[in-house]
């Protein structure tokens, strides 16, 4: 049986296979591209290529395909075969630097947001050797950028590598003013964690929510929950533990640097976390994460929901993404160092990233808006709508003292004393972790906490790095024209302290006072997804990602549009799936036992006439009254979802999503929640919460 350090990657064109399949040279050249940011030669695709294509075929591949993660927040292929016809009736395999480095899929059937008529279909793929390609099955994988006719990205990635662009120009200029004259490049690195829920396949099928929406729409609350803290950290169970051990080994074999797992707060609910890599991989490799996750899990007959909330009462998923940077060179620039007090470039880029956040925390909302995750933040599992910092005791001391011109004592290192002589003494970390912090620093990193369990970590790393770029750009614009540097320096970092302050919050993010108090610091509070995207195409936000070559003002105005759109149809299509689920299944179920109970009490009552049936009469009477309130309700929200297509533009649709179309549904599960705990299990027509929640 090989072990895990022979079979790590081995699905991958990694470094090691480029250096042992291609010439020097050329691998060389695609190294300085991969390591420096250096432009692609062209001259050196085609042997790449052939590289590429005779690893792959030793592998049992028989297609390629082009890579790419479009705009619907999942990604896409289209497989060719390697096969060319030959002279003698035959085939040969064949794979040249023309296909690997353009592909051709048809744009028109992607979202664009007004970027492409739909009659114009030339949309391009093209190669991003900074991903390594992969296989997937039979098929050769190769990570591309994909854009419009006219050079627009129609994807996630192509902005993504852009910020980093921007933010690795940008972090180089402050090097070089601190002496730093031999660091190439300078790197955002991530590592996400996924959480997920496991349920039984054969359940989900009878669920019609669960097939259409992916989260429960109905269902009242199982008399356990995770009330006894018992599930968080408790014993895998075999099954799931069987799931995990494979699915490990897959991650592997891509080599995605699975780390952690471990079963979460809610039942049913758990994570897995990698080892960190640079954000444009990272952002690949949670996408093919969650892909083999929900594959595998079809495999053992479970199915894994990757969905936000998909129940009621219980915990949401999230991803938390640990982001930090560093220099080719392997310094960890938000790394404060044992005296972080002297430490006058870590304290610039951490600064830096305060500035950001609190200049473009609109930004920060936006990047995480989804209609699932609406449901999420704010809730006790997940951080509030409103963006705030945490940095941790020894920080703050350290920003106050810098802020007021004052000595800083330095933070006394405590000794854990448990009180058993066997246990060994360490000594405690400096700061406490606060869990309901959006963004929260954690020793050497910021871990940002809002991320809905299936976005893509694309959009939060976008804007994430392209504001860090642009707050160094404002100190390297002072900075490298400034006569004396350290007074400068000093002069800006205290300023930023003071400025930005306001955005650092060492509390209870769940407690209702720092909602008000957050508004008292003039912090934003867009609740949800159609409170906060419009604020996309405000103009310091056009102006700073445009600036920075992030975004165009057009891409922009395209994103909007389909994130806005997207909100709009998955709340639409779960508003009718209610529609259908109450009328066809559960009113009727309502109905049915109500009948039953009431020919049951009238067949009592006939064979004594004493027999008062106090009891059926007022379970039919609960009941029936139960199914028409449900009925009228179903009929409101369906008048509502007809009231949309008076909608004037997508703003107004969104707007009428949020303020008629979610209550409504609310008020109609009320009443079907409430049916479901006094019907008899066996009329009811799907399983119940404490069916899917406990039923691996």
């Given at each position: 049986m090989e072990t895990v350090k022979e079979y790590f990657g081995c699905n991958v064109f990694d470094d090691r296979e480029m250096k042992a399949n291609l010439p020097d040279n050329v691998y060389k050249s695609l190294k300085k591209t991969i390591d420096e940011g250096a432009a692609l030669d062209v001259s050196v695709a085609n042997c790449v290529a052939e590289a590429m294509k005779e690893?792959?075929?030793?592998?049992?591949?028989?297609?390629?395909?082009?890579?790419f993660q479009p705009l619907t927040g999942i990604t896409a292929e289209k497989h060719d075969s390697f096969i060319t016809p030959s002279p003698d009736g035959g085939v040969i395999m064949e794979f040249s630097g023309k296909e690997l480095i353009k592909g051709e899929p048809d744009a028109s059937s992607f979202p664009s947001g007004g970027i492409r008529a739909t009659f114009e279909a030339r949309g391009y793929t093209t190669w991003d050797p900074t991903s390594y390609a992969f296989i997937k099955g039979k098929t050769l994988c190769i990570p591309t950028a994909f854009c419009a006719y006219g050079g627009q990205a129609l994807d996630k990635k192509t902005p993504l590598l852009r910020s980093m662009e921007a933010l690795n120009e940008q972090a180089l200029r402050i090097l070089r003013l601190f002496g730093n004259d031999t660091a190439k490049r300078v790197t955002s690195s991530v590592g996400p964690e996924q959480e997920y829920f496991l349920i039984d396949k054969a359940m989900y099928e009878k669920r019609l929510d669960l097939k259409m929406t992916g989260r429960t729409l109905f269902?009242?609350?199982?008399?356990?929950?995770?009330?006894?803290d018992d599930h968080y950290f408790g014993i895998i169970k075999p099954r799931v533990q069987a799931y995990m051990d494979e699915l490990n080994q897959e991650l592997w074999k891509l080599g995605i640097l699975a780390k952690t797992e471990h079963n979460e707060v809610a039942p049913s609910q758990h994570e897995l976390a990698p080892i960190y890599s640079t954000t444009n991989v990272g952002t690949d490799h949670n996408q093919l994460t969650m892909e083999i996750m929900q594959k595998l899990a079809l495999k053992h007959g479970l199915v894994c929901l990757l969905h936000e909330k998909p129940f009621a009462g219980v915990n949401g998923s999230g991803k938390h993404n640990n982001w930090s940077i560093s220099t080719d060179e392997g310094q960890n620039l938000l790394s404060p160092g044992a005296?972080?007090?002297?430490?006058?470039?870590?304290?610039?880029?951490?600064?830096?990233?305060?500035?950001?956040?609190?200049?473009?925390?609109?930004l920060l909302r936006i990047s995480v808006a989804t209609a699932g995750n609406d449901h999420r933040l704010g809730a006790n599992e997940a951080p509030p709508a409103v963006i705030s910092m945490f940095l941790g005791e020894e920080l703050q001391a350290v920003l106050e003292a810098i802020e007021k011109d004052k000595p800083y004592a330095g933070t006394k290192k405590t000794q854990m004393k448990l009180g058993v002589d066997v246990l060994p003494k360490f000594n405690r970390d400096t700061t406490d972790r606060n869990r309901t912090s959006p963004f929260a620093f954690t020793g050497n990193k910021f871990e940002f906490r809002m991320l809905g369990s299936s976005n893509s970590i694309a959009c939060a790393n976008i804007m994430l790095n392209a504001a860090v770029a642009e707050s160094l750009k404002q100190y390297a614009d002072t900075l490298e024209?400034?006569?004396?540097?350290?007074?400068?320096l000093h002069d800006m970092i205290k300023k930023t302290i003071k400025d930005h302050k306001r955005i650092i919050f060492d509390g209870n993010g769940y407690d209702d006072k720092w909602i008000k108090e957050a508004t008292k610091r003039g912090l934003s509070n867009y609740r949800t997804t159609a409170d906060c995207m419009p604020h996309l195409l405000d103009a310091h936000n056009v102006k700073m990602l445009t600036a920075h070559k992030v975004f165009t003002k057009e891409e922009l105005e395209s994103r909007?549009?389909?994130?806005?759109?997207?909100?709009?149809?998955?709340?639409?299509?779960e508003a009718n799936t209610m529609v259908q689920m109450a009328k066809t299944q559960i009113i009727p179920a309502i109905e049915k036992y109500a009948e039953d109970v009431a020919e049951g009490a009238l067949t009592k009552k006939q064979l004594k006439s004493t027999i008062k049936c106090s009891y059926e009469g007022k379970l039919v009477e609960n009941l029936s009254n139960l199914a028409d309130t449900a009925y009228v309700d179903t009929l409101d929200l369906e008048k509502a979802i007809g009231q949309l297509a008076k909608a004037k533009n997508i703003i107004d649709e969104s707007a009428m999503i949020r303020d008629s179309i979610l209550p409504k549904m609310e008020k109609l599960r009320e009443s079907c929640d409430e049916a479901e705990t006094l019907t008899a299990k066996s009329y009811w027509p799907f399983p119940t919460y404490s069916d899917l929640l406990f039923g691996v």
């Open positions: 690893w792959a075929l030793k592998k049992g591949a028989t297609h390629y395909t082009h890579w269902g009242s609350k199982a008399p356990k929950g995770q009330e006894m005296t972080p007090y002297d430490n006058a470039q870590f304290l610039l880029f951490l600064c830096a990233v305060i500035k950001a956040v609190d200049d473009y925390q609109d024209g400034a006569k004396n540097f350290e007074s400068k909007c549009e389909i994130m806005l759109e997207n909100y709009c149809k998955s709340v639409t299509i």
